[in-house]
């Protein structure tokens, strides 16, 4: 395993493991009430990973019975209203409730400081308040989708939302608008903090690229949010009052509602992976044992995706009966967009080459990212497609490019980083062999599932159906096998990293060799994270050259 190696990376070597566990955060206050009303961006860290893991197996048991469907033409075991209210539940709890808010909000809120230097985020109590602004959220979206259901998809489209569905939908929407006030208080923190609270020395170039992608994805939430929050306010005024916003019936324009959602929606995207590319670029130098490549182009990427992620929201109304010319423009940035994601890959790759690469289950988590990502960003250039877009519009290659990124990528992601700091994080080490086993099962089980999907689509097969011809059973039959095996790949690291709570081996404060400021205090952290304030003299990623790696170890 990596953790026993004996690089020294600028100054940094892991600490023994101590006989007396010290104060940290974990140990401090142990209250439920110390928990509950913690400034500490580290406890609040730990009550976001509960939630959303909470709303992550909420959503996947949605998934689950509507793979269990769809095992058969006619559908196995649910109504086609009721497969409407699951892909519903599905959609609204998974992205707004977990894709959206998970790195930033579990990883970022923990490591951020960390990373800074910093003792906490610059507004601790505003922190602590966006957590129950995204827990009020949950609960007032969760009992809309279980009070009688919502069938309108996780996209809310009029006038089906604004006519059949009208107490739900707004409930929901009131929800979903409060977790968008916690997303704008969080990504406020964010932006100041890394402005403000910098370590000296620490200039924006010595940075992590982790802080850049947090910083970019910040940015997003702050200015995409509000028109989210604004279209849900006026879908509930059309709904309740009944004035012609969207609704054609009532001198509305649906397309509106469209462009609106759109606009907040696809940033929203990049919201969910500009983290998770941060991530992975920290865990493929660490395990590469090299610098990562080309580290400008990396950094600025981040910031190119979410300034061009602004102005691609109409790919997804090429044939909803937008001008021709619009049509022309959005597929160019749609393009557009392609080439720092593509970028990031190519560096990522320059930063493995010769590199002293170890296998360990956050490198492996990270390689799965990079494959589905780049998989899913690939079929995008389909999508942005005009003519290709006629056909495959509306059909399950839509979601199958969708969940490589959002959910192949983004999990794996998530994943990735959970490992890779979990030492840091609870002071414990993890089983490894478990943890790689899981990463596989979770990669061979997300491709068994989702790549039928783009046969399926290409053939013609229409997203959201509870039935289907019978010619598409055997590629369905497949696609659930695979959700079957992609479940297992998922319980599996709730299990042993519970365990290691308990069981796990005392983790050294830089199990990994890396570098970052994260690793230079102790695992888990004390309340204050650092003693003294952490001065930096080096860039972000100061390992040493393969030819002094290779000398030291032969």
């Not at 397309?255 to 759109?262: A, G, K």
């Not at 192949?408 to 992601?413: K, R, T």
């Not at 709570?501 to 994260?518: H, I, K, Q, V």
């Amino acid at each position: 395993m990596s953790h026993a190696l004996g690089f020294a990376t600028s100054g940094i070597k892991a600490a023994g493991i101590r006989n007396a566990e010290p104060d940290n955060y974990l140990t401090h206050e142990t209250s439920l009430a110390s928990w509950l009303l913690t400034t500490d961006h580290k406890r609040i860290a730990i009550l976001y990973a509960i939630s959303i893991t909470f709303f992550f197996f909420m959503g996947g048991a949605a998934a689950a019975l509507m793979r269990i469907n769809l095992l058969t033409p006619d559908g196995a075991i649910v109504a086609p209203e009721t497969y409407n209210r699951l892909f519903t539940w599905h959609g609204v709890v998974m992205v707004w409730f977990f894709l959206v808010p998970s790195i930033p909000v579990t990883l970022g809120n923990f490591i951020v400081p960390l990373m800074l230097g910093a003792r906490d985020l610059a507004f601790p109590k505003i922190n602590l308040m966006s957590w129950y602004l995204f827990m009020i959220g949950g609960t007032l979206t969760t009992a809309a989708l279980f009070w009688g259901g919502l069938d309108t998809g996780w996209t809310f489209y009029t006038p089906l939302s604004s006519t059949y569905a009208k107490g739900h939908v707004v409930l929901a929407a009131f929800g979903i608008i409060m977790a968008g006030f916690s997303s704008i208080a969080t990504g406020l923190n964010f932006i100041i903090s890394i402005h403000r609270l910098r370590a000296p020395g620490m200039t924006f170039y010595r940075m992590p690229i982790f802080l850049w992608s947090i910083y970019s994805a910040s940015v997003i939430y702050v200015l995409a949010t509000p028109v989210l929050a604004m279209l849900l306010i006026l879908l509930s005024f059309e709904t309740f009052f009944r004035v012609g916003i969207f609704d054609p019936a009532l001198g509305g324009d649906p397309l509106l509602f469209q462009h609106l959602f759109w606009f907040y929606s696809h940033p929203a995207v990049y919201i969910m992976i500009l983290p998770g590319m941060g991530v992975v670029s920290e865990i493929i130098p660490a395990f590469s044992r090299k610098q990562l490549f080309g580290y400008k182009f990396v950094a600025w990427c981040s910031v190119s995706i979410a300034v061009i992620g602004f102005f691609v929201w109409t790919h997804h109304m090429f044939v909803a009966g937008v001008s021709v010319f619009s049509a022309i423009v959005f597929s160019l940035t749609s393009f557009a967009v392609a080439v720092p994601s593509a970028i990031k890959v190519f560096n990522w790759i320059g930063t493995m080459h010769k590199g002293y690469i170890h296998f360990d289950a956050p490198m492996i988590y990270a390689l799965g990212f990079i494959a589905l990502f780049t998989i899913g960003g690939l079929t995008g250039l389909w999508l942005a497609t005009l003519a290709a877009d006629v056909h495959l519009h509306d059909t399950y290659f839509v979601i199958a490019h969708f969940h490589f990124i959002m959910v192949g990528g983004m999990v794996s992601a998530y994943f990735a980083g959970l490992h890779y700091w979990w030492p840091k994080i609870t002071g414990r080490m993890y089983p490894e062999m478990w943890g790689r086993l899981a990463a596989l099962i979770i990669f061979f089980g997300f491709m068994l599932t989702f790549a039928p999907q783009f046969m399926l689509g290409y053939y013609g097969m229409p997203r959201r159906y509870a039935t289907y011809p019978p010619e598409f059973q055997v590629l369905n039959v497949l696609s659930s096998a695979g959700a079957g095996v992609l479940a297992v790949g998922y319980l599996l690291p709730l299990g042993y990293l519970v365990w290691s709570l308990f069981r796990g081996a005392r983790a050294p404060d830089n199990p990994w060799g890396a570098t970052g400021l994260e690793w230079q205090t102790r695992s888990p952290p004390p309340v204050e994270n650092f003693a003294t304030t952490p001065v930096v003299t080096k860039g972000p990623y100061a390992y040493p050259t393969p030819a002094a790696v290779a000398a030291r170890t032969t």
